[in-house]
């Protein structure tokens, strides 16, 4: 008998498993997700038997968001918050090569993840706080969010309804959860408007998790009325859903009460708990996370809604900022602006680079290096100068002040920069010295740019008298004769070349950090700055910062190392911009030229150069028969020279002598003795003359008379 009692019990149990699964189906309880397992027996007094799982149950009575009256066992359902900085965000758009809708445009499908994370209510920590939160409280057991996307939709007739996507949620190491969304065609667009820039998408949120639903059931017999439909036989009620307790029981009827394990949904039935994802996407850190790649493939940000209305391309982010006015006329150092439009990048693009001089001096040197390509004095000398904006500091922090007005910083924030790199479809060139060969790289600090010059013997002049004329162009005042034309880099897609001048010139250089400024505490406070370079500066004019305020300093000379406290009252100021230039003579000495060009000499510490002598005179008309030549360089009298002798068959010569690379700067002055033989007899005339400068001394009448 115990044996047939105990397959009777299974039996039973059994055909009450699948009634409930039944009673689901109907919808009867719709918080109910699943059953989970084999439903328990009430063990007398509508408990859970021994040894059951530790769930919570859904009949109990408790505070809103916190199950169980257990003093011993507590359980709470969590709120949702969106995670701040999300790491993992993305809206990724694909236009599939082939597809297009109906009126030609295209499809575009996208993926958008973002993240949240659970936090405990308020009002379950209220409770956690007083003397009756029970002993042990967690969150309920295996939680799993259930997410949808919701954006509102306007449609033809003009009403607004909400386009629903489904989303996947998964959990992440680091306790927080992904949500993510397979968007089609139409919901991509939406989305796209929505979360950048008219707001109104929310995220909603359920959660399914485990527990015990009490139920009562029995077997009505033949006639017996009951409320409910009958599944196999079976009639249910279930008691609580997870939001609210029990408040009585139903009487005892033949059957019984039964404890069936399950995932409930909470909330048990719509609305669900709405996250709105307003704009909080539609910031610059996210604005890059907004992709589509193109039929071609091509990976991009972003830039606007006509991405998604029309094919996408390869395109630029950028496009010229003019909401501010005339920049040249408001800004004289500057030429134009562009707008990085999904960086918020606002590029400023400088009137004119120059050599950059700072704390350690100008940035420009010269190699002389071996040329086993030239027959004339074997030599080349390389020039490498670091160039960069020349940008009044004034100009700069006015702009600064005056760009969150425009109007495309409106709810973001906009980056000020200058110009990082050439653009190598737009190569530069260099205007004003047909003898050298130039070339351009990007420097090794940000915004720089780095010039290279080589120049060497040009067919008959020797290279030291080309550079001899390169050096004095660099030292022209006024209108500066040695310049470059320059394309700089916004990004690799902007079509029209960027364009700008690089002037080589002593008189027209970029500052760096050669100055520093401070505002010293006292009453008033003041502004102090301090000439940290190589060479004395010339003080323009200045500003206090931010208020702008502009000072002329009349063109005060701020010798190096030495420090001048600025006349204006500093209160309320945080730094100041100086406009200041370096001082530099008109013209500049020879030798003075050493501190301003670095000359490094290790490579060929002398160079070989001809001094060459021509008579352009006719000999027998002067009665001349003969000229005898000899040499005494000024800066090495004891050097031999060899001499020479020019006749009216041998008109011109020339030797050559090896002489310090320095001598392109120093120059190369001669003492040159022309001994004259006539047919009445010898005379001697002296000349001065500097075969750097001018490598021919040509001799005429007037030299001889």
């Given at each position: 008998m115990p044996a047939l009692s105990s397959a009777w019990e299974d039996a039973v149990e059994e055909e009450i498993n699948i009634a409930f699964d039944m009673f689901l189906?109907?919808?009867q309880a719709p918080w109910i997700v699943r059953r989970n397992g084999t439903a328990l027996a009430d063990a007398g007094g509508i408990k859970l038997p021994a040894g059951a799982m530790d769930l919570p149950r859904l009949d109990e009575v408790f505070p809103a968001h916190l199950l169980s009256?257990?003093?011993?066992?507590?359980w709470f359902l969590p709120d949702f918050m969106l995670v701040d900085a999300d790491p993992a965000f993305r809206?990724?758009?694909?236009?599939?090569?082939?597809?297009?809708?109906?009126?030609?445009?295209p499809v575009n499908q996208a993926t958008l993840a973002l993240s949240f994370r659970t936090e405990i209510p308020a009002n379950v920590k209220h409770v956690l706080t007083s003397p009756d939160a029970p002993a042990r409280v967690t969150i309920v057991p295996d939680p799993h969010?259930?997410?949808?996307?919701?954006?509102?939709?306007?449609?033809?007739?003009?009403?607004?309804?909400p386009l629903i996507t489904q989303g996947a949620v998964t959990p992440q190491s680091d306790g927080t959860y992904l949500a993510t969304f397979a968007l089609s065609q139409g919901a991509v667009e939406a989305a796209y408007e929505r979360l950048t820039d008219l707001g109104g998408a929310t995220l909603e949120l359920s959660l399914n998790y485990s527990a015990w639903q009490t139920v009562f059931a029995f077997i009505p017999d033949v006639g017996f009325p009951h409320p409910t439909p009958l599944f196999h036989g079976w009639h249910f009620q279930a008691f609580g859903d997870g939001t609210s307790p029990v408040i009585e029981q139903l009487n005892v009827f033949p059957g019984g009460y039964h404890f069936f394990p399950v995932t409930v949904s909470y909330p048990p039935s719509p609305p669900t708990r709405s996250l709105p994802l307003g704009l909080s996407f539609a910031t610059d850190?996210?604005?890059?996370?907004?992709?589509?790649?193109?039929?071609?493939?091509h990976t991009r940000p972003i830039i606007d809604a006509g991405d998604l209305s029309e094919f996408a391309t390869?395109?630029?982010?950028?496009?010229?900022?003019?909401?501010?006015?005339?920049?040249?006329a408001q800004y004289p150092s500057l030429r134009r602006l562009y707008l990085g439009q999904v960086s918020g990048t606002v590029v400023a693009l400088p009137m004119n680079y120059g050599i950059v001089h700072g704390a350690t001096g100008l940035a420009a040197k010269c190699d002389s290096i071996i040329d086993p390509s030239s027959n004339l004095t074997g030599s080349r000398f390389h020039f490498t100068f670091t160039v960069a904006p020349v940008v009044d500091p004034i100009d700069w922090a006015r702009l600064a002040a005056a760009l969150p007005g425009a109007p495309e910083a409106a709810g973001r924030g906009l980056r000020l920069t200058l110009p990082d790199g050439l653009d190598p479809r737009h190569p530069s060139m260099l205007n004003g010295f047909p003898s050298a060969t130039a070339a351009f790289a990007d420097g090794i600090t940000p915004h720089t740019v780095r010039v290279s010059v080589d120049i060497a013997d040009d067919h008959a002049t020797p290279a030291l008298t080309n550079v001899s004329l390169f050096l004095a162009e660099l030292e022209t005042a006024g209108e500066a004769p040695l310049f470059a034309n320059m394309a700089?880099?916004?990004?690799?897609?902007?079509?029209?070349p960027v364009q700008t001048q690089a002037t080589l010139n002593l008189h027209q250089t970029a500052g760096s950090d050669d100055l520093s400024s401070v505002i010293v505490p006292g009453s008033p406070p003041a502004a102090v700055v301090t000439n940290k370079g190589r060479f004395d500066l010339t003080l323009q004019r200045f500003a206090l910062l931010p208020q702008l305020g502009v000072t002329a300093l009349n063109d005060k000379v701020l010798a190096t190392g030495q420090s001048t406290t600025l006349s204006a009252d500093a209160t309320g100021a945080t730094s100041v911009a100086v406009v200041r230039s370096l001082v530099v003579p008109d013209p500049i000495p020879r030798k003075a030229m050493l501190e301003f060009i670095s000359?490094?000499?290790q490579t060929v510490q002398q160079v070989q150069h001809p001094l060459t002598v021509h008579a352009a005179i006719n000999f027998a008309a002067a009665g001349i028969t003969a000229i005898d030549v000899a040499f005494s360089l000024a800066e090495a009298p004891a050097l031999p020279v060899p001499r020479l002798t020019l006749t009216a068959s041998h008109t011109i010569d020339f030797v050559n002598v090896l002489i310090p690379v320095d001598s392109a700067i120093t120059g190369l002055e001669t003492t040159v003795t022309l001994d004259i033989t006539t047919s009445s007899g010898q005379r001697t005339v002296t000349v001065t003359h500097d075969f750097v400068d001018e490598p021919t001394l040509t001799i005429t009448n007037t030299t001889i008379a």
């Open positions: 189906a109907a919808r009256a257990d003093k011993q066992r507590g809206f990724d758009v694909v236009q599939q090569a082939g597809e297009v809708t109906p009126d030609g445009k969010p259930v997410a949808t996307l919701s954006v509102p939709v306007t449609a033809q007739d003009g009403s607004v309804h850190a996210y604005r890059a996370r907004f992709r589509i790649t193109t039929r071609d493939g390869v395109r630029s982010e950028y496009r010229e900022l003019t909401s501010l006015g005339d920049v040249q700089v880099r916004l990004d690799d897609f902007f079509n029209q000359f490094n000499t």
